[in-house]
Structures are given as C-alpha cells and as structure tokens.
T-cell receptor, first 114, second 110 residues
Framework: DTGVSQNPRHKITKRGQNVTFRCDPI?????LYWYRQTLGQGPEFLTY????????KSRLLSDRFSAERPKGSFSTLEIQRTEQGDSAMYLC????????????FGPGTRLTVT | GQQLNQSPQSMFIQEGEDVSMNCTSS?????WLWYKQDPGEGPVLLIA?????ELTSNGRLTAQFGITRKDSFLNISASIPSDVGIYFC??????????FGTGTRLKVLA
C-alpha cells in the first residue's frame, strides 16, 4: 500500500492555459474524491467517483473544470482557461467501500496561476 | 448552508500541555472525522467517530462524538513539537459530499 499519489506536486501556469492533474488512489479503494483548498481554509468538496462513475459534482465545479476516472483506477482533473482565482491546492482522496467515510488524502497539487 | 465551526481558530501552547478543541455544526451529523494537516501536505485521518457519545482514542489523541450530534471534541495529551499543524473536523453533508471545518492551528512552544 503506497498511499494516494498526485502529480504534479506543483504547477505554475499562465492565465488562460489549460492544466491537468492526476491522482492515483490506494489500489483497493473504489471511491475517489477531489477537493480544492485555498490558504487558511479547509478542503472544499469538488467531485466524487464511485468506480468510473462520477456521482456528484459541487457547484464549485464550473464548466471549465472536468474530471474523469477511466476504468475506475486513476483520475484526472482538468481546468480549462485557467483564472487567477483557480490558484489553490487540489487534493485527491480515496476510500474503500466498507469504510467509505474514512478518506485518505494525497499530498495535493499546488496550482499557481500567474 | 451547513457549516462546521472550529474553536479555537489558533492556539499556542507549551510542550507537555494538554490541548482541547471542538467543532460545532448547525445540523446533525452521523459521522465525525478528525484530520491533521502539515504545511504543504494533504490531511491525515486521525480518528473517526460513528455514534453519539462515542469516545475514541488514538495514542495521545482522544475524540468524542457529542450527544447532541451537532458537535465533536478532540483532546491531545502531553503535546509535543510534532503536534504542530492544522486540525480539521469533517463529516458527510450529503450522500457523497463531505464538509470540512474551518480548522484549528496549533503551535507548540518547546
């Protein structure tokens, strides 16, 4: 068990560019979550996958955001036409079916939009 | 909407002291989770509580699920420098959605 991994750890991009982040959950976990965390705040829920199905999306997830989890394994989060307000830490978490409330987080991807 | 308010927002304590913090909600929760986050890292799950009145320990940490189901408490005994960080409470706020609190920032003075 290597834990949840996220890549890249840091991303600096110019406003208007597209970025994509990857999350690899714990291998036996079928549930995957994306969160966004800004400085001084707790994580805010963005979206949830159960296997490959995206079952819930927050209103925070504007049309510029899209997430996928092909084959129910790793997941990607894409932000199109980035804005300075998108600068944040993007966290991924996974959980197992039988302990679904216990989410295990990755180290996050820190996005800076200049 | 639902909010989880944590108190205190921050605290400075001396090494060896006990620490108490709490989390309150405007609505009932069926599960309480406590996480610790170090700078630049993701939150790490400390304790999960599933039943009103439940008291659960993890080493020097003890958490309680309030009997009103609208609050939870975390205590750290005999604090050490590595306890420094931000402590978050969290709970399910829908079928799949989770809500995190505002955080308590702990600093331990050696």
């Amino acid at each position: 068990d290597t834990g949840v991994s996220q890549n890249p750890r840091h991303k600096i991009t110019k406003r208007g560019q597209n970025v994509t982040f990857r999350c690899d959950p714990i291998s036996e976990h079928n549930r995957l979550y994306w969160y966004r965390q800004t400085l001084g705040q707790g994580p805010e829920f963005l979206t949830y996958f159960q296997n490959e199905a995206q079952l819930e999306k927050s209103r925070l997830l504007s049309d510029r955001f899209s997430a996928e989890r092909p084959k129910g394994s790793f997941s990607t989060l894409e932000i199109q036409r980035t804005e300075q307000g998108d600068s944040a830490m993007y966290l991924c978490a996974s959980s197992a079916r039988h302990t679904s409330y216990e989410q295990y987080f990755g180290p996050g991807t820190r996005l800076t939009v200049t | 909407g639902q909010q989880l308010n944590q108190s205190p927002q921050s605290m400075f304590i001396q090494e060896g002291e006990d620490v108490s913090m709490n989390c309150t909600s405007s609505s009932i929760f069926n599960t309480w989770l406590w996480y610790k986050q170090d700078p630049g890292e993701g939150p790490v799950l400390l304790i999960a509580l599933y039943k009103a009145g439940e008291l659960t320990s993890n080493g020097r940490l003890t958490a309680q699920f309030g009997i009103t189901r609208k609050d939870s408490f975390l205590n750290i005994s005999a604090s050490i420098p590595s306890d420094v960080g931000i402590y978050f409470c969290a709970g399910p706020s829908g079928t799949y959605k989770y809500l995190f609190g505002t955080g308590t920032r702990l600093k331990v003075l050696a």
